[in-house]
């Protein structure tokens, strides 16, 4: 079992930036940022390898950044130029198996409690 917690979340004006920080308790390799907003299905943002492979979804591209610190066993997601349309839930997400990493909410395993990102116009 890996425990994830994320934190950063929070409000911001359209343009704004946050960072979101996840801890987990045990070392995987595929970690990912998943949002959920309102009456949507959840949405991969970003991926991350413990090499520090790394992939967005479009929306994502050129605003946010995900990156790891392997020794703190922690991932962060900063979001930088914010639109409304980046409100949601969001998630860390760690997959047990190593074979592969994508964003797809569907391969993972553990889940965080979730950080709450609000933007507004």
């Known amino acids: 079992q890996v425990q994830l917690v994320e934190s950063g979340g929070g409000s911001a004006q359209a343009g704004g930036s946050l960072r979101l920080s996840c801890v987990a308790s045990?070392?995987?390799?595929?970690m990912a940022w998943i949002r959920q907003a309102p009456g949507k299905e959840r949405e991969g943002v970003a991926y991350?390898?413990?090499?520090?492979?790394?992939g967005y979804v479009d929306s994502a591209k050129g605003r946010f950044t995900v990156s790891r610190d392997n020794a703190k066993k922690t991932v962060y997601l900063q979001m930088n130029s914010l639109k409304p349309e980046d409100t949601a839930m969001y998630y860390c997400?760690?997959?047990?198996?190593?074979?592969?990493?994508?964003?797809?909410?569907?391969?993972?395993?553990?889940w965080g409690q979730g950080t709450q990102v609000t933007v507004s116009s």
């Open positions: 991350i390898t413990e090499g520090g492979s790394t």
């Open positions: 045990a070392d995987r390799s595929c």
């Open positions: 997400a760690a997959r047990e198996k190593e074979d592969y990493c994508q964003a797809n909410p569907r391969i993972f395993d553990y």
